[in-house]
């Protein structure tokens, strides 16, 4: 997932203190044990499963930013690589106060997969920098990204590693990172390397349809699950926890096809309206107020009430584990789309599957973002740009094909959707490995 608009700080929809996260969170270990069930599942060769283990580098930096008060403060920011055999790493940047290596580890392995899945050119990485967004100046928030980008000097570029925004940050923050890179090539080359991060406002080499990407891709995923059931979504009720750029997108787009969002939530508490949000509104109003807090249009809840709503679909679109085992005791929903990465435990996944809820996971339902980057990767490289129109239908051919793909392979092997879109993306990435093999 990723927030675009700078006027929507995706680190307001971060729940910092959630009740499933009494102890520590191994967020790393649970992405290796669906890495292990998976390549069970399709034999995956040992031997890759191994590589595929940890990721290929670590980057930390340590960088020092002159705040507006004068003082120098030290950051921390990681850059993982996990895997760059199909293509560049290719991932996000998120600044969140919370941000781990191991966080940062487990997520640059998702991107592997989702890269994979999606049948792009493109392997996984991903970064971060420990800071909570809000809690600095738009100049220093300027700075400190400008310092990043710059301290991570070669280790990216348009055809070694490419990141995007994620929780945290925006196009804005990817127009500061685009101008800093091409500032440090040579004049000769500074066209060139426009490709070096996705995401970008569409004014210097983003794409049309990257803003909503996420959210639509959500939306096509959730529009193929219910024609397989014959569900009307007309008429049709979510909640939705987060509401940043995926959170929001998903509610508005939703909304066009009649669905309402009956109840939404983020780091300052949570909102019920029977009659249904008005999603712009609600857009607009967390452009302005960097939360939900506030929102005149419904009744506060508790975090408790809102996991117990009855509702047809859930949007969970903040951070990881926000569903553990008492959440997924109370869930009264039909379906789970993962707009979030890894929003579910593992042990509240498995109370979900075993009371009949299905659960669109993660690296499927969340992966519209990395393909319209991939598209305007594509079209930075050949200077087009492509009209909205043509983005969405390319996006609505990806989302359904992938998955179409993970549903038969979990039909195939009996296994849940998670480790049906881990196994396919697996099998891709065995494929390149069977033919290449390992030098020397
Ligand atoms: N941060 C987004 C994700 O988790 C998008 C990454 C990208 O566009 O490269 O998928």
């Avoid at 419904?298 to 996991?307: A, D, H, L, V």
Wanted: proline share 5%; aromatic share 8%; charged share 25%.
């Amino acid at each position: 997932m990723d927030n675009q608009q700078m006027a929507i700080p995706s680190g307001s929809v971060s729940l910092s203190t959630p009740p499933a996260a009494q102890h520590k969170y191994e967020f790393f270990k649970v992405v290796q044990g669906y890495l292990d069930e998976a390549a069970r599942v399709i034999e995956l060769p040992e031997y890759i499963k191994t590589i595929l283990s940890q990721p290929k580098n670590e980057i930390i930096i340590n960088f020092p930013v002159k705040m507006d008060d004068g003082s120098v403060r030290l950051f921390k920011g990681y850059r993982v690589q996990h895997n760059n055999l199909l293509g560049p790493y290719k991932g996000g940047i998120r600044y969140h106060e919370g941000v781990t290596l191991d966080d940062v580890k487990a997520l640059a392995a998702m991107m592997t997969w989702k890269c994979a899945l999606m049948n792009l050119p493109l392997g996984g990485g991903k970064g971060g920098v420990k800071f909570d967004p809000n809690g600095v100046s738009r100049q220093e928030l300027q700075r400190i990204t400008r310092r990043f980008f710059h301290s991570l000097g070669n280790n990216i570029g348009p055809d070694t590693d490419i990141p995007a925004p994620d929780v945290g940050t925006d196009a804005k923050a990817m127009a500061w990172a685009v101008d800093t890179y091409m500032n440090t090539v040579g004049s000769l080359f500074r066209q060139s390397v426009k490709g070096v991060v996705t995401g970008k406002p569409v004014a210097i080499g983003g794409t049309l349809g990257r803003e909503k990407a996420t959210g639509q891709g959500l939306v096509y995923c959730i529009q193929e699950w219910a024609e397989e059931r014959d569900f009307p979504l007309g008429g049709a009720t979510l909640i939705v926890q987060g509401f940043g750029n995926v959170g929001s997108f998903t509610a508005l787009i939703l909304s066009k096809l009649g669905a309402s969002t009956v109840a939404v939530g983020d780091h300052t508490g949570y909102l019920y309206n029977p009659e249904g949000f008005n999603p712009h509104k609600l857009q607009d109003y967390v452009k302005k107020n960097r939360s939900i807090a506030g929102y005149p249009g419904g009744k506060p809840i508790s975090r408790e009430e809102f996991f117990k709503l009855k509702a047809d679909i859930f949007i969970p679109a903040a951070l990881e584990n926000q569903i553990g085992v008492e959440e997924a005791k109370n869930l009264q929903v039909k379906m789970i789309a993962e707009g979030a990465n890894g929003p579910c435990s593992p042990e509240g996944e498995q109370i979900l599957i075993d009371r009949g809820i299905d659960i669109l996971p993660d690296v499927l339902a969340n992966a519209g973002g990395v393909t319209v980057s991939y598209y305007e990767w594509v079209q930075n490289k050949r200077s087009e740009s492509w009209s909205l129109e043509e983005v969405d239908t390319r996006l609505e051919k990806a989302m359904k094909r992938a998955y179409r793909e993970v549903v038969e392979m979990s039909r195939q092997r009996k296994c849940s959707m998670r480790i049906g879109a881990y196994a396919v993306a697996l099998q891709r990435i065995a494929a390149a490995y069977g033919e290449r093999e390992i030098f020397p």
